[in-house]
Structures are given as C-alpha cells and as structure tokens.
C-alpha cells in the first residue's frame, strides 16, 4: 500500500530566519566604536583597548601597518578588530577547554583576547600591542599555525571583511597549517604574512611586526568567508 | 554550566548582503576585493569570540537622552524608545552580547571631528550608547530619532534618518555591523548604501517598525528593530572540531 501524495503533511517546513543584512560601518564609525578618537568623551572605559592584559605569558609584540585601497592610497577611516588566542593556544571563550564548566581558567586573569584599533586620520596608520599568540587546534587533529584573527569595516566596506595574520618567523608551523594551505596561488600566502622589524619580545622592547593589507588590486590580502 | 557543543555556524548567505562592489555607493569601488573571497570551514578561531559583562559597561550607556547631556537638560528631537531582541537564524534569543550604537544627532549631524556638516550640534547630544542583552536577547535604547543628512556621493544623494548597530553574538563568525531605519522614510527607497543590499525583502529587515504598544504615552514613540546574528548547527558529526 502507497501512501496517498499529501505534501502539506508531508513536507515538513525549513524556515530559519535570515540574517540580519550588513550596511557599511560608514566614516564615523568612531563615534559608536571609539568616542575618543571621534573627538570626545562620553564613557568610563572604552573597550578592546587592552588586548592582553599584565599577566598574559608570551612575547610580548607590536604589530604596525596600514590598509591601503585599490589606488594605492592609504585608507585612513579603517576600524580594525582583532581575536587572537593566548600563547598556550586558547581563547578566552566558553567553548575553549576549562573554561566556564568549573575547570580551570583556561587563559590568564585579563586576557581578553579582543581589541580595536583605528588608523590614524591622516597618515592611515595604526598599531596594536599584545602577545604573540600559541598555535591552536584546527579541524580534524590538524594545528594551526599562531595567527591572529582580524575583522576590517570602513566607509565603503559592505560587509566586514576577515582575514588572519602569520608570524613570517614561524615557517615550519606555517608550511603545515591547513587554512594557508588552502590558498591555490601560493603566492599570495604571503599576503598574511607580517614581517618581524625590531625588538626581542620583552615587555621593555616588543617585537615589532609589519603587517600591510591591501583591499584590491596587486597583493591584494586574502579575505575569508569564515 | 556544562560547555555548549562546538558546532559550525550555518554559511553567509552573501547574496542576502550587499556585495562588496556595489558601484553606485561610489566608495565601495576602490575598496572591495576582487578576488574571491577563500571559504574556511570553523575552526575554534571562528567559532570563539570576545565576551562582555556588566563590568565593561555602566548604567546609563544606553540612555542617549542622558549620556551626553548637561544635568537637567535634553537634546533636541524627537524621543524614541528603540528596542527589540537579539536572535540567531534558528530564532534562539542570543543573550549577554553587546550591541552598540551610534548616529546623527536630530540635524543630521554627526559629533565626529570629520564631520563637517552645516547642521548643528547638539551640545546635549553625544551619539552614541551600548548595552548588553538579557537572558531573552532583549535591549533598549532610549535617544532622539536622527535627521536626514547629504552625503557626497551622487551630486543630490542623501542619507535617510539611520542608527549604526554593531553586535557581536558570541563567535567572531557572527560579528555583524548594519543601520536601522525608520518605517515609513521616503528617503530609504533613494539610498545608494541601502540600495547596496539586492533583495528587497533584506532591505526590509533593516526597517524598524513603529511600536505603538510600547509607546510611553506623552513620552516617547517606540521602534522595534530585531537583529538576526547567524545559526549554527545542532549536531555534531564526524568532521568534528579537534581539541574541543
């Protein structure tokens, strides 16, 4: 015996909701991101401003650059969000090891993990402070090379655009991580690439790191869809 | 508190957002990428992001009418409540996340050292609040209802009244930045930036409704704008996430 074709029964509904459609971050980004640098002082504590707080365990680093259009020209209205693990390889999150189910503290008092950096108005630079993150653990048993996780919106960017960034003084761990490897053109790998400059890594002389991203055009940086 | 199950998030529906170049909005141009962008399947560098709590804001962050304002004054315009939940795509409330908010003030002008518009400040009015969501997902705001402003772009474009919303659920997959705007506005249909997004329904969830039941009488007017962060799995395969 068939059961008689009745699709209203039948068919059951899938029906999430949509997502939320981005709009760009717009010029004054500042404003609801950074009051300070939008020109005044509205909150107690502005947040993302300490990365890695006093205790964190690591070299502690600098990384400096600027995000450059598809003309070359720097863009000098960019809000730039950085997640990064601590140097043991863990985010300060409830899904990390330890955390949040009553086992240890998974990363150390302080350590956000998080932080915002804007570019100076006219040059379109800008530099954040932090420790050099451990490498983590990737899909399938596979580790990842230490990188830092960014996030960049500005006028003009629809929809915020994500991208990591690798310690060029980490070739072995680089060579094996499955994400740079997912690259075709292996050229462009370079593109997550910062470059060490200066320092030793001490709290008294960061390691100082060059990390350029350009948006379109000739090198232009590898994006994700994460 | 047993540890949520690492799951991935449900992929981007890029054609429901705008498109990196959208070439009437002028700026998008020389900023959008133009080669693909590479897809990566999470990782617990996906799936993880930063966490707030009460410590890291203060009573009073999302009362615009106050936050800026000189004792016993208020800034111009028109008074709204805005409020609403934040949801996944699964319709769960996503709780304990922080949304910010920034916009013009009633003139449509922006207190930003960039902003050079004729309209006037508001010496009451700074622009900008933020709160965490409760248990159900809910926040609000209260402020003043933004003015329209010109914007070069097109020789006679002009922003339609709009507040900047930043939210980011509780993996840096989610993190999302988008505008709300004002049921009714005839200015939104003329927009390049809102025009940016391709479907008319997704334009559609980026307009807050005028709420009348949550209107305080002889106070302030109410808008309701939910914001939908993405979903992610509920099971868990073989394909799993190492080290979680």
Not at chain 1, 61 to 70: K, L, Q, Y
């Given at each position: 015996?068939?059961?008689?074709?009745?699709?209203?029964?039948?068919?059951?509904?899938?029906?999430?909701?949509?997502?939320?459609?981005?709009?760009?971050?717009?010029?004054?980004?500042?404003?609801?991101?950074?009051?300070?640098?939008?020109?005044?002082?509205?909150?107690?504590?502005?947040?993302?401003?300490?990365?890695?707080?006093?205790?964190?365990?690591?070299?502690?680093?600098?990384?400096?650059?600027?995000?450059?259009?598809?003309?070359?020209?720097?863009?000098?209205?960019?809000?730039?969000?950085?997640?990064?693990?601590?140097?043991?390889?863990?985010?300060?999150?409830?899904?990390?090891?330890?955390?949040?189910?009553?086992?240890?503290?998974?990363?150390?008092?302080?350590?956000?993990?998080?932080?915002?950096?804007?570019?100076?108005?006219?040059?379109?630079?800008?530099?954040?402070?932090?420790?050099?993150?451990?490498?983590?653990?990737?899909?399938?048993?596979?580790?990842?090379?230490?990188?830092?996780?960014?996030?960049?919106?500005?006028?003009?960017?629809?929809?915020?655009?994500?991208?990591?960034?690798?310690?060029?003084?980490?070739?072995?761990?680089?060579?094996?991580?499955?994400?740079?490897?997912?690259?075709?053109?292996?050229?462009?790998?370079?593109?997550?690439?910062?470059?060490?400059?200066?320092?030793?890594?001490?709290?008294?002389?960061?390691?100082?790191?060059?990390?350029?991203?350009?948006?379109?055009?000739?090198?232009?940086?590898?994006?994700?869809?994460? | 508190?047993?540890?949520?199950?690492?799951?991935?998030?449900?992929?981007?529906?890029?054609?429901?957002?705008?498109?990196?170049?959208?070439?009437?909005?002028?700026?998008?141009?020389?900023?959008?990428?133009?080669?693909?962008?590479?897809?990566?399947?999470?990782?617990?560098?996906?799936?993880?992001?930063?966490?707030?709590?009460?410590?890291?804001?203060?009573?009073?962050?999302?009362?615009?009418?106050?936050?800026?304002?000189?004792?016993?004054?208020?800034?111009?315009?028109?008074?709204?409540?805005?409020?609403?939940?934040?949801?996944?795509?699964?319709?769960?409330p996503v709780p304990n996340t922080l949304v910010e908010i920034w916009q013009a003030n009633a003139s449509g002008r922006y207190r930003?050292?960039?902003?050079?518009?004729?309209?006037?400040?508001?010496?009451?009015?700074?622009?900008?609040?933020?709160?965490l969501t409760d248990d159900q997902g809910a926040y609000a705001f209260r402020t003043i209802k933004p003015g329209a402003y010109p914007?070069?772009?097109?020789?006679?474009?002009?922003?339609?009244?709009?507040?900047?919303?930043?939210?980011?659920?509780?993996?840096?997959?989610?993190?999302?930045?988008?505008?709300?705007?004002?049921?009714?506005?005839?200015?939104?249909?003329?927009?390049?930036?809102?025009?940016?997004?391709?479907?008319?329904?997704?334009?559609?969830?980026?307009?807050?409704?005028?709420?009348?039941?949550?209107?305080?009488?002889?106070?302030?007017?109410?808008?309701?704008?939910?914001?939908?962060?993405?979903?992610?799995?509920?099971?868990?395969?073989?394909?799993?996430?190492?080290?979680?």
């Open positions: 015996m068939t059961l008689p074709y009745r699709p209203h029964f039948l068919q059951q509904s899938l029906t999430p909701l949509k997502e939320t459609p981005s709009q760009t971050a717009g010029p004054y980004v500042h404003i609801g991101l950074a009051p300070g640098d939008a020109g005044f002082q509205i909150y107690d504590t502005e947040l993302g401003q300490d990365i890695a707080g006093p205790n964190a365990a690591g070299d502690r680093i600098r990384v400096e650059g600027r995000v450059f259009d598809g003309t070359g020209a720097p863009v000098r209205d960019v809000l730039i969000e950085v997640w990064q693990a601590n140097a043991a390889g863990l985010y300060p999150h409830p899904e990390t090891p330890g955390t949040g189910d009553g086992g240890p503290e998974s990363t150390e008092n302080g350590f956000r993990g998080w932080g915002r950096v804007i570019s100076n108005f006219e040059s379109g630079s800008w530099s954040f402070d932090t420790i050099k993150p451990g490498g983590v653990a990737g899909r399938n048993g596979r580790s990842m090379a230490p990188h830092i996780n960014l996030w960049i919106v500005a006028r003009g960017i629809n929809v915020g655009l994500n991208t990591r960034l690798y310690f060029a003084d980490e070739p072995d761990a680089n060579a094996s991580d499955p994400v740079l490897n997912l690259i075709e053109q292996t050229d462009r790998r370079a593109t997550l690439l910062a470059q060490p400059v200066s320092g030793t890594g001490s709290a008294q002389n960061p390691r100082v790191y060059q990390f350029d991203i350009h948006l379109q055009g000739p090198g232009e940086t590898v994006f994700f869809d994460i | 508190m047993t540890r949520p199950k690492p799951t991935d998030y449900y992929a981007r529906d890029r054609r429901w957002h705008p498109p990196a170049y959208a070439p009437d909005y002028k700026t998008s141009v020389s900023r959008s990428p133009r080669l693909p962008l590479l897809s990566l399947e999470n990782t617990a560098s996906e799936i993880t992001g930063p966490t707030f709590g009460q410590n890291d804001i203060a009573v009073g962050d999302n009362d615009l009418l106050s936050n800026f304002a000189r004792p016993g004054e208020n800034p111009i315009g028109e008074r709204i409540l805005l409020h609403g939940r934040v949801l996944d795509e699964n319709a769960r930003h050292k960039k902003d050079g518009y004729i309209g006037a400040l508001d010496p009451n009015f700074g622009g900008c609040g933020r709160t914007w070069r772009n097109g020789l006679n474009d002009w922003r339609p009244a709009h507040i900047h919303v930043s939210v980011f659920g509780h993996a840096f997959a989610q993190r999302l930045i988008t505008q709300l705007y004002f049921e009714g506005d005839p200015l939104i249909a003329r927009c390049p930036i809102v025009n940016t997004i391709p479907d008319p329904a997704a334009v559609q969830q980026l307009i807050a409704r005028l709420d009348i039941n949550e209107t305080l009488p002889l106070d302030m007017i109410a808008y309701r704008f939910d914001i939908v962060l993405r979903g992610r799995r509920s099971t868990l395969f073989e394909n799993r996430m190492e080290g979680n």
